[in-house]
């Protein structure tokens, strides 16, 4: 090197020792969670294939909000107020009319 200076040897050797043994962990942890995955997903499929449909949703894995009934919006009364009834969102659905069916966690199978 011209007119630099030199990384003493002891903390090169060190360097290079520790992105050593990151880059090996870090493509371990890479590695490892692709496999995981790969075999979550394989026995997601396995499972989709052999179980029957949920009796609650009838296999779409949703269902229509019941406090709204599929309306996006409810009549809410502060204290019970008649005078002054207010249109709300629907707090359930949070306005998108459907809700994930609770027996099968919205994956329409059981």
């Known amino acids: 090197m011209k007119g630099g200076k030199r990384i003493p040897e002891p903390i090169s050797i060190i360097g290079r020792t520790a992105l050593f043994i990151f880059g090996g962990l870090f493509s371990l942890s890479a590695v490892s969670s692709v496999t995981i995955r790969s075999l979550q997903y394989f026995s997601e499929a396995?499972?989709?294939?052999?179980?029957?449909?949920?009796?609650?949703?009838?296999?779409?894995?949703?269902?229509?909000?019941?406090?709204?009934?599929?309306?996006?919006?409810?009549?809410?009364?502060?204290?019970?107020?008649?005078?002054?009834?207010?249109?709300c969102l629907c707090p359930t659905c949070e306005g998108n009319r459907t809700q994930a069916c609770l027996n099968c966690l919205g994956k329409g199978y059981a």
């Open 46 to 87: 396995k499972r989709r294939k052999l179980a029957l449909p949920c009796k609650a949703c009838k296999g779409k894995g949703f269902y229509e909000c019941k406090l709204c009934r599929g309306n996006s919006t409810i009549e809410w009364s502060p204290l019970y107020d008649p005078i002054l009834i207010n249109q």
